[in-house]
């Protein structure tokens, strides 16, 4: 079909309808690029009831059907129930216009197919709440079931506490149930939301849907840089990451990042790690927080014997960006370690401590 058919085709159904009609059918739609008004605005504008324009869109609706139907619309319904059914019989309100206009003529309204949609009795149009979002599906599904797989799947992402696939979804519910169904009904339900990775989650985990500067910040590093990174290097990719600005509200005016805003959340996030001129690593990754005085505490404390200076500094540099001199010049604070016979080195001993330690064990 040649762009704009379905515009032309829509023009020629609604034709034989008096004018009246014409006027609440293109109100009630927003035919042609208007915005489609409530029974509600429509009534107040014409001086009837919302009930009285809904029965008359319904009878203009069923008078349209009573024609012959046109082969250009049986061709657009038969397009239609394909992609619907190959869908998983259920499919978000954009997602299934956008696909139609690709067939049809992309520069067809987007009225016009919801109009021509409406015209045959096969279809459902959910028009969203606080829950869904607006969808299509076909008129023989049962809306509780929807309802229920969608909160069976949120059940599910709960328990675990962590993004997982769409197979691994299916192997916790039902098995007999379409698995693009499945995928298509977490995509209308607002609570569920979907990373790069394929993985989906809670729309209120910052890992699905980050919104602030440290969240993207962690989404990154964890799924994307796997490594430490300087945090002004971090700024740019905060800048240039498309699926993160893309999560923005479209109608709130993106704010840009800056390198020192970005620094100062990391700082206060316990999630990242400063290791060394100006690069941060993630806490999960194994890294500790503290300055390096703390790292070598903690790398005595967790040996069994006391080490050598060389050792020290070998396992003191696998969590910080740190110099051997550096190191070194922490090694000798001897408020804090202090040196054994051999020239190892031990945290020091609190005065007093052993002492009490020995009569405890010795009572």
């Not at 014409?22 to 919302?50: H, S, Y």
């Not at 409406?118 to 969203?128: A, P, R, T």
């Not at 209120?204 to 990174?229: H, Q, V």
Request: with cysteine.
């Amino acid at each position: 079909m040649a762009k704009n058919t379905l515009t032309d085709l829509t023009e020629k159904l609604i034709k034989d309808l008096s004018n009246r009609d014409q006027k609440i059918i293109k109100k009630r739609f927003g035919l042609f690029d208007k915005k489609p008004m409530t029974f509600n605005a429509i009534g107040q504008e014409f001086k009837v009831t919302r009930e009285r324009i809904r029965q008359i869109q319904e009878e203009c609706l069923s008078d349209i059907r009573s024609q012959k139907t046109p082969a250009k619309l049986k061709d657009f319904i038969n397009a239609a129930k394909k992609i619907l059914k190959q869908s998983g019989n259920v499919l978000e309100e954009k997602i299934f216009i956008n696909e139609l206009k690709e067939k049809f003529g992309d520069n067809t309204p987007d009225s016009v197919v919801s109009f021509l949609l409406n015209l045959d009795e096969n279809f459902y149009y959910f028009s969203g709440n606080n829950f869904f979002k607006p969808f299509w599906c076909f008129a023989n599904i049962d809306l509780n079931e929807i309802k229920k797989l969608a909160e069976d799947i949120e059940s599910i992402l709960k328990e675990k506490q962590t993004p997982i696939t769409l197979n691994e979804i299916k192997k916790e519910i039902d098995g007999s149930i379409n698995l693009k169904h499945i995928q298509n009904v977490m995509y209308i339900y607002k609570k569920i939301g979907r990373n790069p990775f394929g993985q989906f989650g809670l729309i209120s985990w910052s890992i699905i849907n980050p919104l602030n500067a440290r969240d993207k910040a962690y989404f990154l590093m964890k799924y994307y840089l796997k490594k430490p990174i300087h945090f002004k290097v971090l700024t740019n990719h905060l800048k240039e990451s498309e699926f993160l600005n893309a999560t923005q509200a479209v109608n709130r005016k993106r704010k840009e990042v800056s390198i020192q805003t970005v620094h100062n959340e990391l700082i206060k996030d316990p999630r990242f790690v400063l290791v060394g001129h100006g690069h941060y690593a993630l806490t999960e990754w194994g890294y500790q927080p503290g300055v390096i005085k703390d790292i070598i505490s903690q790398v005595l404390q967790t040996s069994n014997s006391p080490l050598s200076e060389k050792e020290i500094i070998s396992k003191v540099k696998e969590q910080r960006m740190a110099k051997d001199n550096t190191i070194k010049f922490n090694l000798r604070n001897n408020n804090k370690f202090e040196r054994t016979h051999d020239g190892k080195y031990q945290i020091k001993a609190m005065p007093g401590i052993d002492d009490e330690n020995k009569s405890i064990l010795s009572a």
